[in-house]
């Protein structure tokens, strides 16, 4: 009716105690290894405007036009890095009502492109670039997808013969991929300006704006470009205006 432990039993005891204890921290000491660094998660346009807030129209135009992907994919596989210009909601909704509706899902693209430069474009740099940049929209010349860039002291504008734009602030830069919000959406003379000057004077049905004439002795009309021309959208150059100029008296 003894309660007492033999000695040789509490020996046996402290011992299972001590492997146990030893055990856990063995366990514990291999699986502590901190989570191997491994590549950093690939970089998000979406993510990091959403992040922003105030740019839904510009995510929505990404989505549709898959540019976000495109761009996500490119920043993985580029060593250039890439430069956003991010017009915010209340840019687009600045624009003349129907516009962003009048153009088909090319029209779209290209808008969409002509705000994706190909390189990494620091705040610094902006006054060392050569006009016109080159945009993700392709052709820069004159009356396709020319974007130039002026500054004065710290003030950067972005003009593409449509509109001017300012720069505003940095949403994000990485050394890689830089996002600048602007104050204006950059329309792109192709798809808002002008018309090249027409060789042949009838109006025939055009297949491809593209085509680029490569003259530039002829004076370009920058004098006639105004708010204006937002609305001539799908209208292809003089007749469309006239058709128009006149049913304005006949209705
Ligand atoms: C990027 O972020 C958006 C929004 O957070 C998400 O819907 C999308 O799946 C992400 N894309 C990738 C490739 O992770
Ligand atoms: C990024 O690039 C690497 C190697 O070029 C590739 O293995 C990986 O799948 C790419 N990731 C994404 C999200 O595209
Ligand atoms: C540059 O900015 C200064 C000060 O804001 C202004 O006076 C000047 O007219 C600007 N220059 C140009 C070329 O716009
Ligand atoms: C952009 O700058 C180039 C070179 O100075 C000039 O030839 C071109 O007309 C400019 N384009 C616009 C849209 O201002
Ligand atoms: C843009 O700025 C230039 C001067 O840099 C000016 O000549 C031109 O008229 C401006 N264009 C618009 C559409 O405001």
């Known amino acids: 009716m003894s309660n007492k432990m033999s000695p040789h039993f509490l020996t046996f005891q402290l011992s299972l105690l001590l492997i146990f204890l030893l055990c856990t921290t063995i366990t514990t000491t291999i699986a502590q290894p901190a989570p191997a660094p491994g590549p950093p998660p690939p970089t998000n346009i979406t993510k990091i405007l959403e992040k922003a807030s105030q740019f839904t129209t510009l995510i929505r135009l990404y989505g549709i036009t898959k540019v976000g992907d495109q761009i996500n994919t490119q920043l993985n596989n580029s ?123 009838a109006p025939e049905p055009e297949k491809k704006k593209k085509k680029k004439t490569g003259d530039d002795d002829t004076p370009a009309t920058d004098s006639t470009v105004s708010s204006s021309v937002d609305l001539r959208i799908g209208m292809h150059g003089l007749m469309g205006g006239l058709i128009g100029f006149i049913a304005m008296f006949y209705l």
């Open 79 to 201: 060593q250039q890095g890439m430069t956003v210009l991010a017009p915010p909601d209340n840019a687009f909704s600045s624009l003349a009502p129907g516009v962003l509706n009048s153009l088909n899902d090319q029209q779209k693209d290209e808008l969409i492109q002509f705000h994706v430069l190909p390189t990494f474009i620091s705040t610094a740099q902006f006054q060392t670039l050569s006009n016109p940049l080159r945009t993700q929209a392709g052709d820069s010349t004159y009356y396709n997808f020319p974007l130039n860039i002026t500054t004065n002291g710290t003030s950067v504008t972005l003009i593409t013969g449509v509109v001017n734009a300012t720069l505003q602030n940095t949403i994000y830069t990485d050394g890689q991929l830089a996002v600048y919000q602007v104050d204006k959406v950059l329309l792109p003379m192709n798809l808002f300006g002008p018309q090249p000057p027409a060789a042949a004077p």
